[in-house]
């Protein structure tokens, strides 16, 4: 493969609009809910309004006496699955509780029946009328003396070991003139993707065919494959557009499963949507987090050992963890470390990944501790890092890292930020009647990429499809597949047609843990020089018919480098004491991510980042009703998120140097690491305008006075 740099990249690098954007704001691209059908049926799901115990009688008449209605399923009726769990090829999120196989309940919220009429008015009515009694049990769901009495170690995540331990960090605590004993949570926080999910199934004799609310195409199929005994070539999975997903579609739930159960038991299409309330339990959330750090440090703030304890909770159903310790032991050169991780159980929904599951809390809790580091020393927040810089990775025997440019985010961060303008003192900075608080806060984030192929056709007139079974979420898959196909063609950019979202294209690996242009891009070039060839190097002028494919493992050699992302981020809030009133002002993110392919859509990913974690900060919280389990906030006037009036100027700029040891291409990933630290930096910055140090998120006004 040539490298990008001997390439003409006309597109490569270019601020590209998105080719996909007429489609999406004239309302053309297809959504799961909007598949091509014919007369589908109907199906609403109905959910327990218990937490835990088991289904006593239900009383179908009512409903089922509503015109339209054509059938309630029910754990009585349901055809039966081969129930599937959690491995790396097909992940379906609840292992432990196959959908509508058996009358017991985990959580509230848990799906009980489906409704399924003519129309969706009809099944929405009819599912109200639905009557389930329970014998009810008391449900555990807070984390409380109670059960954190019963939390179980959690080992490992996605196969890689959690709980770390290098030298003597006990010793270290007990010596260090400086130590910190310092506890801080984080709240469930759902999704809310703007879609919520959705599934339209349907059965043409032994073949089923999905159109599915997913980010990842192929594994749905292999789970569906699996639930209903079939040949993973007689499923189809359909995701060409998805309305956001944040990893509450990366792997498969019940409902999915349901609709082609009632697709299967009625021999009819059918169409089940999620609606807004039932997509808190439904999808998955970010579990909720204890994190105990304990740092031992010189007075000059260098950290000579520190101690990162996680516990997170867990459903009865599934098996999720929040890896908050993650990368903790990879940030910073620390001799001394352990980390843990802990799960209580409780009958609550089942977690999931959410944006950087593990970095995003993780991140909050270690860079608040080092602010609290830096005032305890009294050295700067920045210089504080600067000091504990890694120049090697420490959790990986001090393997050199592929290509890392923090220090340099750092700088510039600080130099667009104006952090030198920041003087040291909390209260020490006032705009009119209020405090000004400037906080900082490191970012990072795993560079990964996994097993996938490309194919390319020309098809006549100087045109070329390109077909991969990967995904875009709102993130850019679609340009940036354009551009960097039309620049290894030599071809216009509006002369390639891409085809992804769909499992009847070549394997690609979920579209998650930021992996999917370090996974597509390397292949993609391949089959578009091996076409490029087969064209005699004339693409333009081929005729139809020609074919080529190029196929990545995405595996590296972890032993010999480590792969992360990083940056810096800065932020500025105002404070009114009087009112406790607090905004974000402006903030500022500089990133390290590899070759930026196209800095308009991976701005975009890096302000929906911040955003998020300006949520995570300040908004968001999945309440539960203690006593019965029950989610109160499960719609978006109660369960809040950044609106356009709580969103400041967002700058964001990119040190943009090629990571060639990770692939030839040198891109990393954008999608996940730009919610990291924010919350972190918002919670420093609060401290330095306030003087309030807030442990606990969402700092809300009431944790302020
Ligand atoms: Mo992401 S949480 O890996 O979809």
Redesign the pocket.
Known sequence: MTTVAERQRTHTGSPTDRIDGPLKVTGTAMYAADAPVEHPLFAVLVQSTIARGRIRTIDESAARAVAGVVEVLTHRNAPRVTPTGFDFQRVFMEPKLPPLQGDEILYWGQNVAAVIATTLEAATGAAALLRIDYDELPPLTAITAETRARKEKVETFFGSPLNIERGDVDAALKTAPVTLDLCYTTPAETHNAMETAATVASWSGDELTVYDAT?WVNGTQLTLAHFFDLDPEKVHVISPFIGG??????FVWAHTVIAAMAAKALGKTVKLVVDRAQFFSTNGHRSETEQRIRIAATPFGAITGLVHDVIDTNSFAGDFNEPAGKTTPMLYAIPNLRTSHHTVRLNIATP??????GESPGLFALESALDELAYAVNVDPLELRVRNHAEKDPSNHNAPFSSKHLLECYREGARRFGWEKRTPEPRSMRAGNEFVGYGMATATYPAMAGATEVHARTDGGGRVTIECATHD?GTGMYTIIAQVAADTLAIPLDAVTVKIGSSAYPKAP?????QSTASVMPPLVDACEALKRLAGGNVADAPAGLEASGSGSGEVDEEKHSFHSFGAQFCEVRYDEDLARLRVARFTGVFDCGRILNPKTARSQMIGGIIMGLGMALLEDTVRDPRTGAIVANNLADYRVPVNADVPPIEIGFVDHPDVTFNALGVRGV??IGITGVAAAVANAVYHASGRRVRDLPIVPERLM
């Not at 997903?245 to 990366?250: L, R, T």
């Not at 999931?352 to 599951?357: F, Y």
């Not at 979920?510 to 930021?514: D, E, L």
């Open positions: 980010q997903g944040f990893g509450s579609k990366g999931a990944p959410m944006r950087a599951p979420l979920v579209a998650g843990g930021s999608g996940e």
